[in-house]
């Protein structure tokens, strides 16, 4: 971490914190594991099981208030679906919880199965309605197709289902002959419902013109094919996983600021006019956390991604984190201040694992302090204690809004936000002598 950003967040720090013993480091550990897992259990998956279970049509009702009211029988979405079946797959592959976890998988492979998937021309549909017998979203998009494949993965590695882990494989195969762009490498994101192209200029499910290459989307084409790449050791999977490793890390980042912007052309050159010349503080922190847990997946070494990682670390802290209260704003202009200063629930999220990453790549132990400010925040703003799940939105007066899932919010980026922070903190606990560690 560069000395000029480490020093201002030091004056700006709640606390400091002891890090040169190993002891005491491992003593805040466990209290943070405990503290994680406990949000996970009984905050996320607490919310969400049994409450979220389609008795009657299998899949997940998915839309609640803010108090965790039903809102109505509405539509189902592949994100959404797909996010819910990897949460309670992942949650019992990490032993967070038992049976009824592979039940609730359970009720979403099999709807992902029979009733999203196209079995005329493949691949998911966008939308179904709430019983699944209708097509509301024929259409095919990458950033789905990317949440089908993460979780028909996560679902094989949780259940050993060679079923699963076969659908998996026909998807993979499909993506790969229909979207993968050899002349520019990455993907083309949106087609029509048998797959022809869509006219560049067509709206896609984003809101982006269908021959638009995004980083929103490449960032979860890297993590499905990541792991299924470890379900199933297909050494196609590896190829992709490096060249989407290469868009992630050169591609759709402006080195001359030292951020990543979202919008490109299909030959990869960035647009940068309009509401497309901005920083999404969370998709940058997420694009740190998946090179990184990605080329660790592969084998492949950090150490070239390690300086970028920091650099857009940097960018975020400097431009979009509130020092003084913790928490990362939304989203602001290139190389200047952020100015859409609400506190999402996903960016708290994402910013968490990836402050971690960074720390298991580094040890430097500036990132714990962030870490600690940062989990003080949501802990205190961000949860909701009472009624279960994370609020969607903290305004600048701490005003919170929205319902606590839809068709767009579900348990993906805060409940994969603590089975990786409690692995990592598991890993250093386990492993660390901290005194040796700090003086590389």
């Not at 909701?384 to 319902?403: A, H, I, L, M």
Request: contains cysteine; hydrophobic residues 40%; proline residues 2%.
């Amino acid at each position: 971490m560069t000395a000029h950003i480490q020093s201002r967040w030091e004056r700006h720090s709640q606390q400091s914190l002891d890090w040169q013993s190993g002891s005491n480091f491992r003593g805040w550990a466990d209290s943070k594991i405990e503290e994680l897992e406990h949000v996970l259990k009984e905050n996320i998956l607490g919310f969400w099981l049994p409450r979220c279970l389609d008795f009657e049509h299998g899949g997940y009702a998915i839309n609640f208030d803010r108090y965790g009211h039903p809102n109505g029988r509405r539509s189902k979405g592949i994100v959404t679906q797909a996010r819910m079946l990897w949460l309670f797959s992942a949650s019992f592959v990490n032993q967070h919880g038992g049976p009824e976890l592979l039940h609730a998988a359970d009720s979403g492979y099999q709807f992902l199965r029979e009733h999203m998937w196209d079995r005329e021309h493949g691949g998911f549909f966008w939308e179904v309605g709430a019983s699944g017998n209708s097509v509301l979203g024929d259409g095919k998009h990458l950033y789905g197709q990317a949440f089908g494949l993460f979780a028909l993965s996560a679902y094989g590695l949780a259940t050993r289902n060679t079923d699963a882990l076969a659908f998996a494989c026909d998807l993979f195969d499909l993506l790969e002959r229909r979207a993968h762009d050899s002349r520019y490498g990455g993907y083309r994101e949106f087609f029509r419902r048998d797959w022809g192209a869509a006219p560049a200029t067509e709206i896609g499910y984003l809101g982006m013109p269908a021959g638009l290459k995004l980083m929103n989307t490449h960032l979860h084409l890297l993590e499905a094919y990541t792991l299924f790449f470890l379900a199933t050791a297909v050494p196609m999977a590896r190829q992709r996983i490096l060249e989407l490793i290469s868009i992630l890390s050169q591609s759709v980042v402006r080195e001359e600021i030292g951020t990543c912007t979202d919008v490109h052309l299909s030959d990869w050159q960035p647009l940068l006019t309009g509401d497309s010349a901005r920083t999404s503080y969370g998709h940058v922190l997420e694009n740190i956390s998946l090179l990184i847990n990605s080329s660790e997946a592969i084998e492949a070494s950090t150490s070239r991604i390690l300086p970028l990682c920091n650099t857009l670390f940097n960018y975020c802290l400097k431009y979009g984190y509130d020092k003084r209260n913790g928490g990362f704003y939304e989203s602001g202009p290139l190389g200047r201040p952020a100015d859409n200063r609400r506190k999402t629930w996903w960016v708290q999220a994402e910013a968490l694992w990836s402050t971690l990453q960074m720390h298991h790549l580094t040890w430097d132990p500036t990132y714990l302090e962030i870490f600690n400010h940062n989990w003080e925040f949501v802990k205190r703003h961000q949860i909701d204690w009472t009624y279960g799940e994370w609020y969607e939105q903290v305004n600048r007066w701490r005003v919170v809004k929205s319902d606590k899932g839809h068709i767009w919010k579900a348990g993906y980026h805060q409940g994969r936000a603590m089975i990786e922070c409690i692995r990592l903190l598991r890993e250093c606990a386990a492993g660390s002598n901290l005194e040796t560690r700090l003086s590389v």
